[in-house]
């Protein structure tokens, strides 16, 4: 009986820890102010205390998707990379941020700068 009183505090004691964080989005890959040369840029991005669905389901509390913006052409979806091919020499922008479901943008984001050189 014990071992379960046990059990039980360090189960609530861990769900406390996590209720309340913030949501956080980083972008993982590439680094900012990275040189690629071939055009294309994959963007892998760190996400925590937010679950990622489906985009324009009905909205909850720390779930909904990602936005990610190149140059101000804008992309979403539930996942953690996107690709982009064929971008032009010179330094892209690149933002990523968290949305509720129904496309509300929240106020976690990041946002770096990349240069492509295709010569």
Known sequence: ??????????LVASCAESIGKEPEINIISPE???????????VKLGISNF????PDTLPKKGQGHVQVWIDGMEFRGSKTEFTFENESNGMHTIKAELMMSNNTVLPYS????VFVDNT
């Open 1 to 10: 009986m014990r071992f379960i009183l046990v059990l039980l505090m360090l």
């Open 32 to 42: 900012n102010e990275e040189i690629t040369k071939d055009g294309r840029i994959i």
């Open 110 to 113: 990041d946002t770096i700068k």
């Open 51 to 54: 679950k990622l669905v489906t």
